[in-house]
């Protein structure tokens, strides 16, 4: 048996956390044992622990040399064959102990960001990373999107590199019998039984767009009035002005009837069965599962045409595309996806259903993992 020790930032409810805990479920207990790393802030916490997997908590998304000491000791106490990393600051941490401890390392890019960083942040981050790809033996992007734009990183090539989508339980998610009603009253909003219901699910943090998707709904209910908006999702500390900056927009554009802030849900993927459309505003992504979730759930969806999220609707072929950042056109996407005729949004769920399906598949995204596990281990025993 392998041991493989996971080291990542948050268990706050994202893409990244669904990630890990869907391979966790599906890896075998008889071939892998699984240790995680990772801070005890939220709720994939109890979720990893209900697998019974080994946790240690500790927080690894800022700079620490007592919290870098404390995992070096970990790592060493656990002695696992492989290590794989997930994010920024577990990157940082575990790929530079593992190359102390000689242990081989995978590292997931759960999104490759730095254009928007101011111009010494960006260069020190791109200089970091090219150094750790030295220390890394295989790099995992969730999408091609996000591969193309790690390019710029020196060291990384097509053998160390490679892409694994992230994946969704489609058959799971499309076969959930959750009524309409049903979904209504889960989100508390019984009252919204006879309108049209854009939803999204997302942290509420800048790069999600979420200011630019509030200024467009606000516009977009001046031509469609029976709209109303649901927001599955919550903030963490860090973001706490942000948070204040969506609470002055709903209350200055008197939006308060008409959006529901839900925060974190372990039920999300239920209440997407009451959305009419699903829309993404985001200004940066990797590969977003709440996309796949809702296109597994045959909810049209609306995204803004980034990296990630074109990975998946192929240029408007699965679903509305617009400009990331601009609520004018997001506005236009909303006001476009509602006139649809129902035979031709019908169509779009259909196309999208069969996308996950076939490219998106959680099944396929374990595999591969396995497959890069096994092909590592082998060359460094070699």
């Not at 909303?334 to 490219?359: C, P, T, V």
């Amino acid at each position: 048996m392998n041991k493989v020790f996971h080291i990542s930032g948050t268990t706050i409810p994202g893409g990244g956390p669904e990630h890990i805990f869907q391979l966790f479920k599906r890896l075998n207990e008889n071939e892998w044992e699984i240790v995680i790393c990772t801070a005890k802030d939220g709720l994939y916490w109890e979720k990893f622990n209900s697998l019974g997997i080994k946790t240690y908590n500790l927080n690894l998304r800022i700079l620490s040399i007592k919290n870098a000491w404390k995992l070096f000791l970990i790592l060493r106490k656990e002695k696992p064959d492989l290590i794989h990393t997930h994010g920024k600051g577990p990157g940082l941490y575990g790929r530079l102990i593992s190359f102390l401890l000689k242990i081989p390392t995978i590292h997931t890019f759960h999104g490759f960001h730095y254009k928007s960083l101011p111009i010494f942040t960006r260069w020190l981050h791109l200089a970091v990373e090219t150094f750790l790809s030295l220390l890394t033996d295989q790099h995992i992007f969730v999408s091609a999107g996000e591969k193309t734009k790690a390019r710029v990183l020196k060291f990384l090539d097509e053998k160390n590199s490679t892409v694994i989508h992230n994946g969704v339980d489609h058959d799971y998610i499309h076969n959930l019998h959750i009524s309409r009603d049903t979904a209504l009253k889960l989100s508390g909003s019984e009252d919204w039984e006879p309108n049209k219901i854009l939803g999204t699910i997302s942290r509420l943090s800048p790069e999600k767009g979420i200011l630019d998707l509030l200024a467009a709904f606000s516009k977009s209910i001046k031509e469609i009035p029976d709209l109303r908006l649901i927001i599955i999702g919550g903030h963490s500390k860090e973001h706490n002005d942000y948070y204040l900056k969506i609470k002055e927009l709903i209350d200055k554009e008197s939006l308060t009837d008409y959006i529901r802030i839900l925060g974190y849900r372990h039920d999300a993927v239920k209440i997407l069965k009451c959305l009419d459309f699903y829309i993404s505003s985001s200004l940066s992504e990797g590969l977003p599962i709440s996309i796949l979730e809702a296109l597994a759930s045959g909810t049209p969806t609306i995204a803004t045409e980034i990296p990630g999220n074109k990975d998946i609707l192929c240029n408007s072929i699965f679903g509305v595309l617009a400009e990331p950042g601009s609520p004018e056109s997001l506005c236009r996407g909303i006001i476009k996806m509602a006139n649809l005729a129902q035979s031709e949004r019908d169509f779009l769920s259909r196309n999208g259903y069969n996308r996950i399906k076939n490219h998106f598949s959680i099944d396929e995204m374990v595999f591969k993992t396995v497959l890069l596990y096994k092909q590592v281990l082998k060359l460094n025993n070699a």
